[in-house]
Structures are given as structure tokens and as C-alpha cells.
């Protein structure tokens, strides 16, 4: 099977979206891992990018001493960034342990940008393409629209940008949504 994969300009990892696997109860790091191999031998590292189990640290506190441990954020669940086709669906969905894509009618439907930066799975450069400190832009809805401005910074975990805009003469750093935004030439 890994003979007829072929790698053409839309494997890539920008092109490739996260998606939710329904697995086992308890089996999420063994799905993981499991499908890294899979993926490894299967020679599919150009369709499955990454597989994450999110996780979030908590304080214990147990006899009068606070520990921080980590446990599931969703569990059962399992995130996948990949891009979508009948070898890498099969990979994915017949793996053991894995019950199913999420999705109406086992369909699988990819997380929208927002959801991804919700979760924190994104890399920081997912989050913001190919956007740069200091780049021209325009604001393309909200109070701001059609006004140009310059990036100033990045707030990686809300996923918002600050652009200093020119307003009543006088610049002004404003934060808004990255979608949001359009890159000027």
C-alpha cells in the first residue's frame, strides 16, 4: 500500500487539518502510539503530521502536601493533523482502540481554526501563517474595518494580534481576532 502513496505539492503539513478520533475509554496514549507506528511503517509522514492526547495540569492536594499531575482534557479522544484521504482514513480509522472519526455519520469534519486554538495543539505558526511583526495590514470587519495598520505583536494563547492603526491622526495599538486581518502587498 505504501508503494501507491504519492507526494504531490498538497502534502504538505500547512494543508493538513487536525481531526477528533473517538477511542477506547482509557486508550487514548496507546492509540497514540500505536498509530505512530502505524504511520511510520505505512510511510504515510506525508498525510499524518501529528497525533496529540491534550492534556492540563492540576494541583492535588493530598494529605497536606500539593502535587501537580496532568490528566485528559477530552478523554477518549484522541487529535489527529492530517490531511484527509482513503490511505489515511484507513490508517487512522483501523487502528485498534479507535472507534471512529468525529462527525455526522462517522464522517470525519475537521476542527475550524478557533476550535484548534482552543485546545492549544496548534503550533504558533499554524496559528498565524505567514505573518510577521512589522507586516502591512488590513482590518477586514469589526469597529476597525478598512483601516491599514502594522503588526505589533502576537498573544499566542488567545490567538489575537496587536496592530498599531492611525486614528484621528494619532497611532493607536489596537488587539483584534486574527481572522480579522489581510496581509497588504
Known sequence: MSEDVKVNDNNTEENAKWYVVHTYSGHENKVKATMEALVINSNMQNYIFDIQVPMEEYVENKEGSKKVKERKIFPSYVLVKMIMNDESWYIVRNTRGVTGFVGPGSKPVPLTDEEVRNLGVASDKELFGDYEIGDSVKVINGPFNDFLG???????????????????????????????????S
Open 150 to 184: 502594522v503588526i505589533d505583536s502576537f498573544n499566542y494563547e488567545k490567538g489575537k494580534v496587536k496592530v498599531m492603526i492611525s486614528m484621528f491622526g494619532r497611532d493607536t495599538l489596537v488587539e483584534l481576532d486574527f481572522n480579522q486581518i489581510i496581509k497588504q
